[in-house]
């Protein structure tokens, strides 16, 4: 059994579109083939010599990291890096290696949805929300037509606010049209004005299934000419952003607290500030390099931020507002793994999937 590198990366890019990546980053298909069939997919967080290694005796023609093995620009490959090497090795085997990052970390169940269900957090929100992701959509339908066009068009993903979906406004109108010689009018005759009693049908979509939606519009609305409308919003999309804030069920120890996120997130070590006496209920977390986000997780009120990466002058910013509690890049994304692999399972009959043996984290601890 077997499947296309292109069918495999549409189901991860269907759960974690491109469009949610950060300006900076990398995250798509970055060596090989999308037509190339492959039997076996390693998932890792980053891709070594040894993850490719370990690919090529698995028979795994695709390996799916989260940290992109090509970040910058790659001026030549003589093999002097390792990422060159990497390259050289993984063209040479025929291994095609794609990258799902700060696309992954965005969405509502994802990198940081995963750190949240091994803490135990409830009434997750975004710590960042993603801006300008949100697109108002309007069109016009006949008033016996309005059901079965809202009701596709909720299929595509339209209409979903927070913990709400299927929503939508809708109000009553007269639509004109006049259609010429080479027209074909659902109602109404060539060369006349007709007017038509119509249902103006408002709702939001993210701006990655526009086309999607245009698409489907087209299919069900009996118009030969639909009329519709997109907006830019500036409204935060409830669903996507950067870290999550959440809240534990019964509040508990700020050392105990730690405590149990080392153990976790099988921390060799755990970098936090003073403590603040006090109980921790809320928690705001963001997986990998998260020090930019500490001030959104003041601003939401957080007893403690969990992230990794945190340079020494950095520490001061807390000042005693929050604990922050840097348990490590490589550890706070370890379950990264996990999450790609039930994305796959879920979606896949064709291919095996393996998790990396490899530990690829760069540091280590005395």
Known sequence: MSETVKNIIHVIETFAPVSYQKSYDNTGLQIGDVNQ??????????????????????????????????????????????????????????????????????????????????IGLQNLRPLSPVQGDLLKFVTFVPESYAPAVRTAIFEVGAGCIGNYDCCSFNSKGEGTFRGNEQSNPFVGLKGKIHTEPEIKVETIISKHLKYKLIETLKAVHPYEEPAYDFYVLDNGNPLVGIG??????????????????????????????????????????CGGAGSSYLKHAISAQAD????????????????????????????????????????????????????TDINTNPIKYL
């Open 37 to 118: 069939m492959v039997s076996a997919v390693l998932v890792c967080i980053d891709v070594t010599e040894d993850v490719i290694d370990e690919a090529i005796t698995k028979d795994a023609g695709l390996i799916i990291s989260h940290h992109p093995l090509i970040f910058g620009g790659i001026k030549k490959i003589t093999g002097k890096t390792y990422v060159e090497r990497c390259i050289t090795k993984a063209i040479k085997n025929n291994i095609a290696i794609y990258s799902a990052h700060t696309n992954l970390d965005a969405v509502s169940n994802g990198v940081n949805a995963r750190i949240a269900q091994k």
């Open 244 to 285: 999550l804030v959440g809240e534990l069920k019964i509040a508990i120890e700020e050392k105990q607290f730690l405590e149990t996120i080392k153990k976790s997130f099988c921390a060799d070590g755990l970098r936090y500030t003073a403590l603040l006496n006090k109980k921790v209920k809320r928690v705001a977390v």
């Open 304 to 355: 403690v931020f969990i992230t990794g990466d945190f340079k020494y002058h950095e520490f001061f910013n807390a000042e005693n507002k929050i604990l922050i509690a840097d348990i490590g890049h490589y550890e706070s994304e370890f379950f990264t793994k996990e999450l790609f692999y039930d994305i796959l399972i879920k979606n896949n009959t064709n291919f095996a999937v393996h998790l």
